[in-house]
Each structure stands twice: as C-alpha cells, then as structure tokens.
C-alpha cells in the first residue's frame, strides 16, 4: 500500500488560474502512470466540466453523487468518486449547493475537519498517490476545511499587478490552518498564464523569487489559446493537445510538483 498525498490547489484571488492547474497537473500526474484523484471544491463547478460536459455534470448534482452531499451527510468519499474516462483519473464532482457549504459547516462538530474526515477511508485504501483538491477563491471555514486535509499547498499566481496583491492574506491564512493542521506546508507558488513579452512579467518573476515564505516553482505555464480550447472540448490540455507549448509545461510542472513532494518526503 502506498501512501496517497493531498496537495490543495489555492488561492483567494480569483482568476488566478487554480483549477486549470489542479485539472492539467493532475491529468498529467495520471498520463505518467500515477493513481489520481481530484476533488472539486468550488461552486462554480470549473474543474468537474473540466472533464464533463453540462449535461452529465448537472446529472451528477441531481442524483447527489456530489462532494456537497457527502460533506453534509458526511459521508465517506468513497461513494462519490466516479470516473473521467482518463486511466487513473478520477474525480469528485461539485454542484452549485456548494454555495451554501459555509452555512451548513458551521453547526457541524469539529467543522474544520469535515473534509478530513470524509476522507479518511480513501486515504487509508491508499490506492491513490495524489488526491488534488481545487479551491474557491475564498479564505474561509471551507477553504480551512480543504486545507486542514492536505499535506501540502500550491498557489497558483496569475503574473499581473492585481495577481499579487493579497498573497499575504494568503500566507497569514495558512498560518491560521496551521494552528489546527500542523502538517500543511506550502509546497510552491506556481506562475500561471505568464506572457514574457510584458515588461511587468520579469519584475512579477523577480518578486516572487524573492518573496519570504514560499518558493517558486522554476516551471511557468505561459498564456496558450489551446488551453481554452481544451475546456472548450471539456478536456484538460495535457490530454487534448499533448504537443502544445501549455501542455508541455502542465507536464513539467506536475513532474516538479512530484520531484517536491518526493524530496520533502525523504527529510
Ligand atoms: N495557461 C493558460 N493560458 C490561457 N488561459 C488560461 C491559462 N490558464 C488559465 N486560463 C484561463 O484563465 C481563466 C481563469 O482560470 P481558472 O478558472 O483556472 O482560474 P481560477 O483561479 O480557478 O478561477 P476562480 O478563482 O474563479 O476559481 C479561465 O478562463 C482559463 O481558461
Ligand atoms: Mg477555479
């Protein structure tokens, strides 16, 4: 049995480009052999489409096969989980009654460790290596919920002026997790959606190589058109154009993201 390590995919910014992370390094994680399971966190539903067109993802929501049904009845994951049609990639998907999560956490018992809970059985099967889990662009009791059941953080970062602001808040918030989650770690900063021939991109760079708290991941996955027309198709871009300049670096980012879990996991 191995051991299955949940990696959060946040940050409070939105746009910030977390779950065309979550989704493509994910996938890429699956595409090179490795047991994936990904959980989507957020009302709006973007990483279950990722993988499903409308149709099929509202069908999950009206038969309850939810992330939100689980949560409320609190229930094991387990029976939640259904398949992408990718090999080793799996997913549990959202529905919209995730916009009243926060509501419905606070009158429950421990509430920040609900999701844990719900996935002790999964994480004790230890059939998956890595279950990602994709955050609203939210810093409150459910993102404490989903940070409280991972062992390690990535932050998306879009590199714009407004793509920085509110990093601390991010930060401080993980401080807060920590109190209640020892274990949770910031594993990197991930730039997103990069464009080289913007001045501004070098001095983003140039901060985030610097900043306190974090490292930065040497990958950065640039702007690419391919990765709209991925979602377009309700395909993660790893899978829908292997040889396209975005997918290469979701691959090589999921393959640092990998080398790092590996690293700290020896120390
Ligand atoms: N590498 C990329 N190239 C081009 N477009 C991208 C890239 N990454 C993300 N996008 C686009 O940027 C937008 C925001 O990305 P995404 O939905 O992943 O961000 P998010 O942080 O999950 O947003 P939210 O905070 O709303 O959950 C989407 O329209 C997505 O298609
Ligand atoms: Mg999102």
């Given at each position: 049995m191995s051991k299955t390590t949940v990696i959060a995919f946040a940050n409070n910014k939105g746009g910030s480009g977390k779950t065309t992370t979550c989704s493509n390094v994910g996938c890429a994680m699956a595409l090179m052999g490795k047991k994936v399971l990904l959980i989507d966190g957020d009302m709006q539903l973007n990483l279950t489409i990722s993988y499903f067109d409308e149709e099929k993802a509202l069908g999950?929501?009206?038969d309850g096969k939810t992330l939100?049904?689980?949560l409320k009845e609190e229930k094991d994951l387990?029976?939640?989980i259904v398949e992408t049609g990718i090999d080793g990639l799996d997913i549990v998907p959202s529905s919209s009654l995730m916009s009243s999560i926060e509501f419905d956490l606070f009158s429950k018992w421990q509430r920040e460790l609900v999701l844990t809970k719900c996935l002790e059985r999964v994480r004790a099967k230890g059939y998956y290596d890595y279950i990602?889990?994709?955050?609203?662009p939210t810093l409150g009791g459910w993102v404490m919920n989903i940070m409280?059941?991972?062992e390690y953080l990535v932050i998306p970062v879009e590199a714009s002026p407004w793509g920085l602001f509110g990093l601390a808040n991010m930060f401080d918030f993980c401080e807060q997790v920590k109190r209640v989650s020892p274990k949770l770690e910031i594993l990197g900063i991930a730039i997103t959606k990069a464009d080289e021939r913007k001045k501004y991109f070098k001095q983003t760079l140039e901060t985030l190589q610097n900043i306190d708290g974090a490292t930065l991941f040497n990958t950065y996955v640039r702007v690419d058109s391919a990765v709209e027309w991925a979602q377009d198709s309700s395909m993660p871009v790893v899978a829908f154009k292997k040889t396209s300049r975005s997918a290469v670096e979701y691959t090589n980012l999921a393959?640092?993201?990998?080398?790092?879990?590996?690293?700290k996991e020896r120390n």
């Open positions: 999950y929501a009206q939100y049904t689980a387990s029976d939640f990602l889990i994709d955050a609203p409280c059941a991972s393959k640092e993201i990998m080398e790092n879990v590996n690293r």
